[in-house]
C-alpha cells in the first residue's frame, strides 16, 4: 500500500540575528535531507536529544514551517504544489497535540466552545447537533458531559491534555502529531494519555507521529522508530528490531541509557556514554553529524556523509562502520 505521507529530502533552515546588535545573520540546519514514509495506520516515534529537529521535522512536514527544500507528498498529493486555499480542506486531517495544553486552549472559552469550535468551522455542525457531538467527543476522550461547562483553569493536566485531544478529534484528523505530549503529565496520568492514544487510534484509524524522549514510552507505543542526530535521521526500524538490535552508534548509546525491566540483563546492561555535547546545529560538523562523539569515528566519518542504507529487513542506518566495525546480526 501507499505510504499516508512520503516525506522526501525535506529541510528546514531558519535565519537567526547574531551579534549584539544583531548585525550577523547565520543559519540553523534545523532538519537536512530527510526521507520518510509514514504507513497508514502505524505509531511512527521520532526520538533524539532536544534540539535535534523532532519538532521541526513535526511542523514542517504539517506545513506549519515552509520547508527549505524537499517536498512532503500526503496521500499522493505534493503539499507545496497547493495554495493555502487548497490546503485549508486537508490541513484538518492533520492535527497536532502538543506538550503544554494551556497553550493551545484559550482560557476565556469553555471546553464545550473549544471543542465546538472546530465541528462548525470544519465539519458544518449545526447549533443543534452540535452539544450531542461535543458531549460524544468528550466522551471518547473519557470526560463525562458536565465537563463541557467547565474553563481549563478548572482542570487537572491530564483532562487538559484530553480536552486538547478532544478538540483535535473535531477536526476529523487521519494524522495526528505528538509533539511531546505526554512529557509533562505526571508518570501516573502519562500511562492514562498512552492508553487514551491507542484506543482513539484504533477507533477513528488515526496514523501517529510520534515524538517524545523518554525511551521507555517509545518501546510501549511504537510501530516503528526513527532516531534523529542534529536535524538528521541516524536510523530508522520496527521498534522490536531498533531495540534488539540498534546499529548506528548513537542509536546504541541512547538505549544504554534505558534501564532493562528484566533485572538479569539489567546487572549486565553495559551503559556507553557520550562525551561531549550536542554540537550547535549553526554549524555542525562535517560528514558524519556524529564524528564529534562517536567512539568509532574515523577520517571517512568526518569527510563523507554516511548514505541511508538498509541493512536489515526494513531497518535502515546512516553509518560508514555498519557491516564492519558494527556487525550486522542475522545479514
Ligand atoms: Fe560514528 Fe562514523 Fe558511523 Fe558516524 S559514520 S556514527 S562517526 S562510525
Ligand atoms: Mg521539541
Not at 71 to 94: H, I, M, Q, S
Not at 96 to 116: C, H, I, K, W
Not at 194 to 213: C, P, V
Not at 242 to 271: G, I, K, N
Request: glycine content about 6%.
Amino acid at each position: 500500500a501507499p505510504p499516508l505521507l512520503r516525506i522526501e529530502g525535506l529541510s528546514k533552515h531558519f535565519f537567526v540575528k547574531l551579534g549584539a546588535f544583531g548585525q550577523k545573520s547565520a543559519e540553523v540546519h534545523a532538519l537536512d535531507d530527510f526521507t520518510l514514509d509514514i504507513r497508514r495506520g502505524e505509531t511512527l516515534s521520532l526520538v533524539g536529544e532536544s534540539g535535534c529537529g523532532k519538532s521541526t521535522a513535526g511542523f514542517t512536514i504539517l506545513q506549519l514551517y515552509k520547508p527549505s527544500r524537499g517536498r512532503v507528498v500526503y496521500e499522493g498529493v505534493d503539499l507545496a504544489t497547493l495554495d493555502e486555499k487548497a490546503l485549508r480542506p486537508l490541513r484538518r486531517k492533520l492535527q497536532v497535540v502538543f506538550q503544554d495544553p494551556y497553550s493551545t486552549l484559550n482560557p476565556r472559552m469553555t471546553v464545550g466552545e473549544a471543542v465546538g469550535e472546530p465541528l462548525l468551522y470544519h465539519q458544518r455542525a449545526t447549533r443543534v447537533e452540535l452539544s450531542s457531538k461535543v458531549e460524544q467527543l468528550l466522551g471518547d476522550v473519557g470526560l463525562s458531559p458536565r465537563f463541557a461547562m467547565r474553563y481549563p483553569h478548572e482542570l487537572s493536566g491530564g483532562q487538559r491534555q484530553r480536552v486538547v485531544i478532544a478538540r483535535a478529534l473535531a477536526c476529523g484528523p487521519e494524522f495526528l502529531v505528538c509533539d511531546e505530549a505526554i512529557s509533562a503529565l505526571d508518570v501516573s496520568v502519562q500511562a492514562q494519555i498512552i492508553n487514551l492514544f491507542q484506543d482513539l487510534q484504533e477507533r477513528y484509524g488515526l496514523t501517529y507521529l510520534f515524538i517524545a524522549h523518554d525511551l521507555a514510552v517509545v518501546r510501549h507505543i511504537s510501530t516503528r522508530v526513527a532516531v534523529m542526530y542534529l536535524g538528521r535521521p541516524a536510523e530508522l526500524a520496527p521498534k522490536r528490531s531498533l531495540f534488539s538490535t540498534p546499529l548506528h552508534p548513537y542509536t546504541q548509546a541512547l538505549l544504554s541509557a534505558v534501564p532493562e525491566p528484566d533485572p538479569a540483563r539489567e546487572r549486565t546492561r553495559r551503559r556507553m556514554v557520550l562525551k561531549g555535547d550536542v554540537p550547535s546545529p549553526l554549524d555542525p560538523p562535517s560528514g558524519c553529524r556524529f564524528h564529534t562523539r562517536c567512539p568509532l569515528a574515523i577520517d571517512i566519518c568526518r569527510a563523507e556523509v554516511p548514505a541511508w542504507r538498509e541493512v536489515l529487513p526494513d531497518h535502515a542506518v546512516a553509518c560508514h562502520r555498519v557491516g564492519e566495525a558494527i556487525p550486522v546480526p542475522g545479514a
